[in-house]
């Protein structure tokens, strides 16, 4: 029997705007990465299940393409044979005993009858129900680029039931958590390594932490956070991701609270209006941050905060006094979000 990684897949990585430098890194080693657009990527590669594993990505798609002009030249017998093939190449990636529990199509047109037809070809050919909802199976099918050989549709078939910035190992959804995929490219940013001392200073249900443990464990991380409810859940997400490496939770005021120094790389996502903080205090915030981490920071340190606050935080770095210099501005694109990391070196 072949298996998955037997094949050569033309894959499609959905990325957010910001991260795809970051994400055609992380996928390099598994084959040819070409960028597409600021939202994705296309890999070809025969490993499908470490695709699978990428962080710094959405979601991972095996695409299918077809030379057609009309959505219903997608039910054609050997399109189906293709597709199927394909939805049982990602089945088998899948853990024993965690298998896809529905099928579900999204497409412009999703409702016409040959979309409704092709859904439901592709749920009973898989033994799937069609579930327009909760299926975790999902379909995607969009219009090709164009190719000189005619026009082309694309089927595009996830490889995870959910997308892989959905972590597995999030055991508490904690209100305001910072996007992870963000998290993993704003960390590559700063350049932690295996040698370093990691602070966060705002760390929330442990999101910065937790994925730099993903990567490499720094020699020491530290979280900080006044609510007993975040660090319960940061707690709680550390132990399902099963990464070595400690990290001490502190409950308080990172800037009153008693706080070993020495930190070589520093990181913050302070509240910002929506959910925690108020916009009306979040200057005088940023600047305190700013004096407190230069108090944590080991010399060579690099800081780094994330922020929707865009206008105060550029201000404070540009009018208040300190030893942190601005190296650069990165800017994040998510759900109308648009968080912009502000990453500052020790003079």
């Known amino acids: 029997m072949t298996t998955a990684t037997e094949h050569l897949h033309g894959v499609v990585l959905e990325v957010l705007d910001g991260c795809a430098p970051f994400a055609r890194d992380e996928a390099a080693p598994l084959g040819h990465v070409r960028t597409v657009s600021p939202t994705e990527l296309r890999l070809t590669t025969h490993d499908l299940a470490a695709a699978r594993t990428l962080r710094r990505v959405v979601a991972v798609y095996v695409a299918v393409r077809v030379p057609a002009r009309r959505p219903r030249e997608l039910l054609e017998t050997s399109v189906m044979r293709r597709l199927l093939d394909t939805i049982e190449t990602i089945r088998r990636l899948r853990p024993r005993g965690a298998p896809f529990t529905g099928l579900r199509l999204a497409a412009a047109g999703a409702d016409t009858p040959d979309m409704r037809r092709l859904a439901a070809e592709l749920a009973e050919g898989a033994g799937l129900p069609l579930d327009d909802e909760d299926g975790d199976l999902l379909v995607r099918v969009r219009r090709g680029d164009g190719a000189p050989s005619g026009p082309t549709w694309e089927v595009l078939l996830r490889i995870t039931p959910r997308p892989l910035s959905a972590r597995a190992w999030r055991a508490v959804d904690y209100p305001g958590a910072v996007n992870a995929t963000i998290a993993a490219c704003a960390l590559d940013?700063?350049?932690?390594?295996?040698?370093?001392?990691?602070?966060?200073m705002t760390c929330g249900s442990g999101t910065f932490l937790i994925e730099q443990s993903c990567d490499v464990?720094?020699?020491?991380?530290?979280?900080?956070?006044?609510?007993?409810?975040?660090?319960?859940?940061?707690?709680?997400?550390?132990?399902?991701?099963?990464?070595?490496?400690?990290?001490?939770?502190?409950?308080?005021?990172?800037?009153?609270?008693?706080?070993?120094?020495?930190f070589t790389r520093i990181v913050a996502n302070p509240p910002w209006g929506e959910l925690h903080g108020e916009h009306a205090t979040n200057r005088a915030l940023l600047a305190a941050l700013l004096e407190r981490a230069a108090e944590l920071a080991a010399p060579g340190a690099r800081l780094g905060i994330l922020t929707h606050e865009i206008a105060r935080m550029t201000a404070v770095a540009a009018e208040t006094p300190s030893p942190w210099a601005l190296r650069d501005e990165h800017r994040f694109f998510q759900k109308g979000h648009h968080p912009r990391l502000f990453r500052f070196d020790l003079r």
């Open 217 to 262: 464990a720094p020699a020491r991380s530290v979280g900080v956070d006044l609510a007993p409810a975040a660090l319960d859940a940061a707690r709680a997400n550390q132990r399902a991701a099963r990464r070595k490496g400690r990290i001490d939770w502190i409950e308080g005021d990172v800037l009153t609270a008693d706080i070993a120094p020495g």
């Open 189 to 200: 940013l700063l350049d932690v390594g295996a040698e370093d001392s990691l602070l966060d």
